[in-house]
């Protein structure tokens, strides 16, 4: 069975830094693209970064890009977010995600940037 | 960017009624499409991925069709779990900004 776990999340300051991590188990990281997708309070879901399959190429949005870093390990089958310089609109529940296959989600984690 | 537009923003159908949503792309996508419902509380549910390929074990009364900009889902016989957001998305990239799904 496929399942993706998310980690990582909780209340940090604004300016201040996170990492999140998702473990993948039930297929490899190196089988499908994986992103990270977010959902704020009250608003629809956003994508935030991708990783393509073969791990040669990072995408990732505007609002998000130069501040946010996308990773995987895949001898620990895992998934990152490095999220730098964070503001108050980043706080929100990040999922990872499976693009491809039975495009599986996590059940998120949650990031809340306050002072 | 590919910027995704959904309409309605809203619909309010009866159980029984069809559904049709729109999903439009700015760019060209080819078949990169996928549809998710979305409940709260839940995480999203894939329904349609390439465009109008139906997931496992998504009912038969949900179909899609659409490929370059212009995408469509369709709900045949709306059930009252049906009541939730749909999304469009291009895949691994940009979501559309939803479509609210009221079945009552």
């Known amino acids: 069975e496929v399942r993706l776990l998310e980690s990582g999340g909780g209340l940090v300051y604004p300016g201040g830094s996170l990492r999140l991590s998702c473990a993948a188990s039930g297929f490899s990281l190196n089988t499908y693209a994986m992103s990270w997708v977010r959902q704020a309070p009250g608003r629809g879901l956003e994508w935030v970064s991708a990783?393509?399959?073969?791990?040669?190429?990072?995408f990732y949005a505007d609002s998000v890009k130069g501040r946010f870093t996308i990773s995987r390990d895949i001898s620990k089958n895992a998934l990152f977010l490095q999220m730098n310089d964070l503001r108050a609109e980043d706080s929100a529940l990040y999922y990872c995600?499976?693009?491809?296959?039975?495009?599986?989600w996590g059940q998120g984690t949650l990031v809340t940037v306050s002072s | 960017e590919v910027v995704l537009t959904q309409s309605p923003a809203t619909l309010s159908l009866s159980p029984g009624e069809r559904a049709t949503l729109s999903c439009r792309a700015s760019?060209?996508?080819?078949?990169?499409l996928v549809w998710y419902q979305h409940k709260p509380g839940q995480a999203p549910r894939l329904l349609i991925y390439?465009?109008?390929n139906r997931a496992p074990g998504i009912p038969a009364r949900f179909s899609a069709s659409g490929s370059g900009t212009d995408f469509t889902l369709t709900i045949s016989s709306l059930e009252p779990e049906d009541s939730a957001v749909y999304y469009c998305q291009q895949r691994s990239a940009t979501f559309g900004p939803g479509t609210t799904v009221d079945v009552k």
């Open positions: 760019h060209s996508l080819a078949n990169n």
């Open positions: 990783i393509r399959a073969s791990g040669a190429n990072t």
């Open positions: 390439d465009a109008s």
């Open positions: 995600v499976q693009e491809g296959g039975n495009y599986t």
